[in-house]
Nanobody, 114 residues
Framework: QVQIAESGGGLVQPGGSLRLSCVIS????????MAWYRQSPGKQRRELVATIPSEGERYALDFVGGRFRIIRDNTTNTLHLQMNDLKFEDTAVYYC???????WGQGIQVVVSS
């Protein structure tokens, strides 16, 4: 059974940074692409924030105009989302997604507010 344990998130001022993490167990982590999604207030659907393929032990890709970086560590089955220069519109519940099993994390609240 795939289990996803998410951490990080919280309240941050505009321009600040946060790092989200999720540890995924019960899956062949190294074989599949992983992703972060978010669901913004008032929106019914989750949108893709960042995705990363299965390559190497550490691999990072930049998204959202270079403000976000998705990082995978295949040695610890951990997926991170480093978010910098946060804006009001980044307020959302963020979800870790295992591409192998299509399992979702429980979601992490991120609030960007002054």
């Amino acid at each position: 059974q795939v289990q996803i344990a998410e951490s990080g998130g919280g309240l941050v001022q505009p321009g600040g940074s946060l790092r989200l993490s999720c540890v995924i167990s019960g899956t062949d982590f190294n074989r599949y692409g992983m992703a972060w999604y978010r669901q913004s207030p008032g929106k019914q659907r989750r949108e893709l924030v960042a995705t990363i393929p299965s390559e190497g032990e550490r691999y990072a890709l930049d998204f959202v105009g270079g403000r976000f970086r998705i990082i995978r560590d295949n040695t610890t089955n951990t997926l991170h989302l480093q978010m910098n220069d946060l804006k009001f519109e980044d307020t959302a519940v963020y979800y870790c997604h295992d591409g192998g099993s299509s399992t979702w994390g429980q979601g992490i609240q991120v609030v960007v507010s002054s």
